[in-house]
């Protein structure tokens, strides 16, 4: 499924409300970022009971029951989990995982909310989700007849709307600052090989094994919790960034003047996580053009020159990925310009200095 507009939480929140209550919604998107939970919380918000139900594991039989003979004919029984008697929000997740046989059994829940001769309480919700072909999740081709008896959505993970969520939630710390620092970890698409992979939910999982640990965890120890959640890259940056917490280095302190950039070979990953996070905050508040500079954008630009003479002084090969990245984003030109042309002419006076 490829849909032209995606939704981030909110917005899927105001689709179910809309639109979920009155057809059946199919919310399509990448592992772990979120859409059972929000399904439960949209369940919630209504005051129904949120029955979920994984395709994956389902067969027929656990969807039109089984037949028994009343009155000499043929009854089928719907499950005790489906067939209820107050309305309530049947999550039908991981849909298109399903079998075409289990598929054919949802026809006529879907559609008409009804099984055989039972009819979903009035006022009942139907939802299904599941992950993309794109997303290396078990998954088959929904047929035309069961796509076409549902309204599709596209969630994608939104870090603000994830920050606003876990400042409420307990998050660790540590997990909190970073993604506040590096908003473009909180999701990786996910890899055609077996290995963990960050998104909202494995961000969470590290929070509960941080917290857990407890403040003493070793270097090693936050090693095997942060490669056995996050993307291989990320949770390399990460422990980078916990590092420079410990030792109490800072990007704040480094741009005031306060402090230097780390230049023992041992505090190499600090350095590399810090120069990443420079570059970031480069790329999010210098703007397009130079005639839009701020007060507070004209100063950084101005120290952040002289930041990279120091950085190269340490590694031009770290100075040189400030300059270039590696995130598919570009500083812009203007800057790219004054920094070549002034660069020298700040190498030359640090060097007479």
Known sequence: MNLASSVDQKQLQNVLLNVGTVRPVFIWGAPGIGKSALVEEFALDLGLECVSLLGSQLAPEDIIGVPQIVDGKSVFCPPRNIAREEPYCLFLDELNACSHEVQKAFYSLILERRIGEYHLPEGSIVVGAGNRA???????????????????????????????WASGHGIHPYVYDYICARPDHLWSQPPKTEEPFSTPRSWHMLSDALLSYGDSASEQELAVLAFGALTASHATQFLAYVKQVRSAYSLAGILSGGQRWPESPQERDVLYFLAQSFRAQLVKELPPQKGQLSGHAKALAHRSKDLLVQLAEISLEIAQMVISGEDGKSLPSWFMIDAVRELPALTKRRAGA
Not at 134 to 162: G, K, Y
């Open 134 to 164: 794109q997303d290396s999740a078990i998954t088959r081709p929904m047929s035309s007849a069961l796509l076409n008896r549902m309204f599709h959505v596209e969630l994608r993970a939104d870090s603000r709307i994830w920050l606003e």
